[in-house]
Nanobody, 121 residues
Framework: QVQLVESGGGLVQPGGSLRLSCSAS????????MAWYRQASGKQRELAAAFSVFGNPYYAASVKGRFTISRDKNTVYLQMDSLKAEDTAVYYCYLRLTTRRGGSYATDDYWGQGTQVTVSS
């Protein structure tokens, strides 16, 4: 079993900063992909930042230059600076993990529980 625990959301004024974290635990053999998605009220979930298959960071145009994705083993972070009202959303971490299950291995997608980020004065 794998558990993802997200933290770091909250209320911040425009121009402020927040740091999100998402930590995975369990019988993890390999971490294949890590990303942050967000979903604003009434809108579809969208990719905010991710690590490519080659390990390079990718950013949506709307957050490039303001957000920084980083990782440490099975924990992924999202540093959000110069926050704007339009960044208000529920943020979800996503990990694609290979885990050991008895005598075999399985690769699955895992989502965090979501953390609310509200940017407002």
């Amino acid at each position: 079993q794998v558990q993802l625990v997200e933290s770091g959301g909250g209320l911040v004024q425009p121009g402020g900063s927040l740091r999100l974290s998402c930590s995975a635990s369990g019988t993890i053999v390999r971490n294949d992909s890590m990303a942050w998605y967000r979903q604003a009220s009434g809108k579809q979930r969208e990719l905010a930042a991710a690590f490519s298959v080659f390990g390079n960071p990718y950013y949506a145009a709307s957050v490039k230059g303001r957000f920084t994705i980083s990782r440490d083993k099975n924990t992924v972070y999202l540093q959000m600076d110069s926050l704007k009202a339009e960044d208000t959303a529920v943020y979800y971490c996503y990990l694609r993990l290979t885990t050991r299950r008895g005598g075999s291995y399985a690769t699955d997608d895992y989502w965090g529980q979501g953390t609310q980020v509200t940017v407002s004065s």
